[in-house]
C-alpha cells in the first residue's frame, strides 16, 4: 500500500541518498525510493535556492543534445549559483516512469533548500519535463529541447509563475518543429519558441547558439523568481 501510495503522489519520497566518489567536477548520487533506485549526478553549490535538472531522451544513459549541452551547462552555472542534477531514466522509453525519476529528482533538491527549479529535457524528455513541472510547484521554468508531441498536453496547467522556452531545428526529420509551435499555442505567458534554422533534432549545428539562449533563460527566470520572493 505504501508504495502505490507513494506512486499516486506529486513528488516521490526519498528515503535514502548513496553518496559515490567526485568525478569529473559532479558527485554521483542514487536515489533509494519505494519504487526503485535512480542515478544521478549532482553539480552542488553551497546554501543555494537555485537548481536545474538535465533529462535526455529515449537513447537513456546521460545522453545530451546540442554536443554536450548538459554537462557544460551544469558545470557553467555553478559560477551563477544555480546547481545541477543530472537524472539517468530508469526507463528511457516510458514516459510515466521517467516522469517519476525526474519527480525524485524535484524532492531531492528539496531536501537540499533548492525551492526554485528549472527543468531541462530533449526530444522524449521535452514532455517528461513538462509533465514533472505540472506537478510541482518548485519548478519556476522548463526548457523543451526538439520536443516530442506525446505527452505534451499538460503544459496549461503549469503554475502561473512557470515560464517555458521552447527550442528546435526547422530540419528536425526526427520529430518536427511543429510538435514546438503546439506546446506554445497551448502554454500560458512567459513563454519563448525559437526556431533555429539550418538545425536537426539533436541540435548541433547551433550548440553554441543554443547554449548561450539555455543559459541565459534559466538565469533570467531562476533570478526573477528570488526578486519577485
Known amino acids: 500500500m505504501e508504495e502505490k501510495d507513494e506512486a499516486r503522489s506529486r513528488v516521490p519520497l526519498i528515503r535514502e541518498v548513496t553518496w559515490g566518489k567526485s568525478e569529473d567536477g559532479y ?13 544521478c549526478r549532482y553539480y552542488p553549490v553551497a546554501g ?6 538535465w533529462v535526455g531522451g529515449v537513447g537513456g544513459d546521460w545522453d545530451t543534445p546540442a554536443r554536450g549541452l548538459y554537462p557544460y ?15 539517468r531514466f530508469s526507463f528511457p522509453t516510458n514516459l510515466e516512469e521517467s516522469v517519476y525519476d525526474v519527480l525524485a529528482g524535484i524532492s531531492f533538491f528539496e531536501s537540499q533548500g533548492i525551492v526554485r527549479m528549472a527543468l531541462t529535457g530533449h526530444s522524449f524528455g521535452g514532455a517528461v519535463v513538462i509533465q514533472a513541472a505540472a506537478r510541482s510547484d518548485s519548478v519556476k521554468t522548463v526548457v523543451a529541447l526538439s520536443t516530442q508531441a ?7 496547467e503549469l503554475s502561473p509563475d512557470c515560464s517555458i522556452l521552447l527550442i528546435h531545428g526547422d530540419q528536425d526529420t526526427v520529430v518536427p518543429s511543429t510538435s514546438s509551435h503546439r506546446v506554445y499555442t497551448m502554454a500560458h505567458e512567459p513563454k519563448k519558441l525559437v526556431i533555429l534554422k539550418g538545425t536537426g533534432h539533436n541540435l548541433d549545428k547551433s550548440a553554441r547558439e543554443v547554449e548561450q539562449i539555455v543559459h541565459d533563460w534559466i538565469i533570467e527566470k ?8
Open 222 to 229: 531562476l533570478s526573477a523568481q528570488a526578486s519577485a520572493a
Open 150 to 156: 506525446y505527452g505534451v498536453d499538460v503544459v496549461p
Open 27 to 39: 558527485e554521483p548520487i542514487t536515489l533509494v525510493t519505494g519504487r526503485r533506485d535512480i542515478r
Open 73 to 87: 551547462l551544469c558545470d557553467g552555472l555553478r559560477n551563477d549559483n544555480i546547481a545541477s542534477l543530472r537524472v
Open 48 to 53: 543555494t535556492l537555485f537548481g536545474a535538472i
